[in-house]
């Protein structure tokens, strides 16, 4: 008897395949929904970086890549709204209102229209990389990534007591984007280097290149060098400390990224807001432990504060050996042609 009225039990109860099938419900639905989300334009836009794409690269501490993109993405539409309102949500607010009750057909038609393209409205599209400490959105027009990047480091130079973002580091702007391949890196190049050195009539410039290269093993980074060093062309040159123009190029898996600042480009932190907002305090260096290391002491405490006071000695000899390598490239093309 017991056995059996344990049995109706449990029947009649049926708790745990009830809850089994409940999970099994409430677990698959977020993903298809997850899936389904946006129109099938929306979800290929953000997909990838596609060649021809231009964009923002932002980096931020570890961990914090979700923050970020919350924070530069409301940052980006608020400064969106100032410099293309046209551009902007609400545009056509007053036309109906203007116009009166005998154009409601037309305000609904028109919604239903911009409700069709949703894509084309998006102004910046956070695209998903799988990196860490890294996040990308991919602009549109008539967003000019360089422009919009200088006006939102100037005004936290400007105005650094209000900080606008925390999680946010260094915006660094795409005019262009393309495969991370020889190929890829010289069509976008050609694009991108066109308006500022090869404009008519001649106009001699300065210039440096900065590569920045993660999770590439592609090309190296004399590689990239000496090649965009040829697609600036003849007539021009090189200066690392006095540039007139520095060419920023990205290489991240297998898409890259190019363009063009001026020398307001190191006045505003290399575009680092978070430098710009808290600047790091420079370094005194250790005068007592580099006099002992100089008289050969191995201690490996004062080997580190050496290293620490010399850092900047180091840049500064990587720096000219990337300049050699520049204007050996220059000067390889110069023969060639």
Same mark, same amino acid.
């Given at each position: 008897?017991?056995?059996?009225?344990?049995?109706?039990?449990?029947?009649?109860?049926?708790?745990?395949?009830?809850?089994?099938?409940?999970?099994?419900? #409430?677990?698959?639905?977020?993903?298809?929904?997850?899936? %389904?989300?946006?129109?099938?334009?929306?979800?290929?836009?953000?997909?990838?970086?596609?060649?021809?794409?231009?964009?923002?690269?932002?980096?931020?501490?570890?961990?914090?890549?979700?923050?970020?993109?919350?924070?530069?993405?409301?940052?980006?539409?608020?400064?969106?709204?100032?410099?293309?309102?046209?551009?902007?949500?609400? %545009?056509?607010?007053?036309?109906?209102?203007?116009?009166?009750?005998?154009?409601?057909?037309?305000?609904?038609?028109?919604?239903? @229209?911009?409700?069709?393209?949703?894509?084309?409205? #998006?102004?910046?599209?956070?695209?998903?990389?799988?990196?860490?400490?890294?996040?990308?959105?991919?602009?549109?027009?008539?967003?000019?990534?360089?422009?919009?990047?200088?006006?939102?480091?100037? @005004?936290?130079?400007?105005?650094?007591?209000?900080?606008?973002?925390?999680?946010?580091?260094?915006?660094?702007?795409?005019?262009?984007?393309?495969?991370?391949?020889?190929?890829?890196?010289?069509?976008?190049?050609?694009?991108?280097?066109?308006?500022?050195?090869?404009?008519?009539?001649? #106009?001699?410039?300065?210039?440096?290149?900065?590569?920045?290269?993660?999770?590439?093993?592609?090309?190296?980074?004399? @590689?990239?060098?000496? #090649?965009?060093?040829?697609?600036?062309?003849?007539?021009?040159?090189?200066?690392?400390?006095?540039?007139?123009?520095?060419?920023?190029?990205?290489?991240?898996?297998?898409?890259?990224?190019?363009?063009?600042? @001026? =020398?307001?480009?190191?006045?505003?932190?290399?575009?680092?807001?978070?430098?710009?907002?808290?600047?790091?305090?420079?370094?005194?260096?250790?005068?007592?432990?580099?006099?002992?290391?100089?008289?050969?002491?191995?201690?490996?405490?004062?080997?580190?504060?050496?290293?620490?006071?010399?850092?900047?000695?180091?840049?500064?000899?990587?720096?000219?050996?990337?300049?050699?390598?520049?204007?050996?490239?220059?000067?390889?093309?110069? =023969?060639?042609?």
């Amino acid at each position: 008897m017991e056995a059996g009225s344990k049995r109706k039990a449990t029947d009649a109860g049926g708790g745990n395949g009830d809850k089994r099938a409940k999970t099994k419900k #409430q677990w698959r639905p977020p993903k298809t929904s997850h899936q %389904q989300n946006g129109s099938s334009a929306q979800n290929h836009t953000a997909k990838d970086i596609h060649s021809g794409d231009s964009g923002i690269w932002v980096t931020c501490g570890k961990g914090r890549e979700g923050k970020c993109v919350m924070e530069m993405r409301d940052l980006f539409n608020e400064y969106a709204k100032e410099m293309y309102p046209q551009s902007a949500d609400g %545009q056509d607010g007053g036309e109906g209102e203007a116009e009166g009750e005998m154009d409601i057909e037309k305000e609904i038609q028109a919604e239903l @229209d911009e409700m069709k393209k949703p894509a084309r409205g #998006q102004l910046f599209t956070h695209v998903r990389v799988n990196l860490q400490c890294v996040v990308f959105f991919k602009t549109i027009a008539p967003v000019v990534p360089t422009d919009l990047v200088k006006r939102i480091c100037e @005004d936290a130079m400007n105005n650094s007591a209000i900080k606008r973002t925390r999680f946010a580091q260094r915006l660094t702007p795409m005019t262009l984007m393309g495969r991370a391949s020889a190929e890829g890196l010289e069509k976008v190049c050609l694009e991108v280097l066109a308006p500022h050195f090869h404009q008519k009539p001649f #106009q001699r410039r300065k210039f440096a290149i900065r590569p920045t290269l993660r999770n590439h093993n592609l090309l190296s980074r004399n @590689d990239v060098i000496k #090649q965009v060093a040829a697609l600036v062309g003849r007539g021009h040159e090189v200066d690392l400390k006095n540039y007139d123009l520095l060419i920023l190029v990205e290489l991240y898996q297998h898409v890259c990224g190019v363009c063009v600042v @001026d =020398t307001d480009y190191e006045r505003l932190k290399r575009y680092n807001i978070s430098e710009i907002y808290e600047p790091t305090p420079p370094q005194e260096p250790n005068v007592a432990a580099t006099a002992k290391a100089e008289k050969g002491a191995q201690d490996e405490t004062t080997d580190e504060v050496v290293v620490k006071a010399t850092d900047e000695d180091s840049e500064q000899a990587d720096v000219e050996a990337k300049g050699e390598a520049i204007v050996g490239a220059m000067e390889d093309v110069a =023969t060639e042609v």
